[in-house]
């Protein structure tokens, strides 16, 4: 009777152990973070919330490096172009294209950018994921600082800022340790 008590026991403590690593391996896969450190530093540097920098990561790229077909490049999907445009807002001399796939510049370079938007709309956070996503002409056109999520010209750039914010509140509870919050 002993032995089976003891079994079950093992059992059980298998069935608890296994349901944390698949809960893990899960959140894992459905809400990835990588980086965590460089995504740290360039909140802090840049006073922004790091779990908007990670949803804004999560809803350009899923965590993964690559080339989108309009030659948005890395973790967060900086364009050549926007590069040319955050050298020249920072200061920066030595860009080359190739740099957009290190995560270290890649994510300075979207912090940068996402900081930019921010002072540009007033802290409006809408206007800025959506000048993120569609430029800041469209968003200029929409209502500029004063756009509301309903004024979004695009069904895909308002999709993109409901998933930036939902991800963010995800990231939060999720990840607030890693992230430093």
Known sequence: MMLLAAAAVGVAGGLALTRIDLGETLLEVTLPLRHDDIIRQQAADKDLDPALIAAVIYSESRFEDQTSHAGARGLMQITPQTAEVIE????????????LADPDINIAYGSFYL?????????????????????????????????????????????YVDEVLDKREEYREHYADDLGL
């Open 88 to 99: 020249d807002l920072s200061g920066g001399t030595t860009f080359e294209t190739e740099d």
């Open 115 to 159: 900081d930019h938007l921010l002072e540009v709309y007033d802290g409006n956070e809408i206007a800025a994921l959506s000048a993120y996503n569609a430029g800041e002409a469209h968003v200029n056109e929409w209502g500029g600082a004063e756009l509301e999520a309903e004024d979004i010209g695009f069904d895909e750039t308002r999709g």
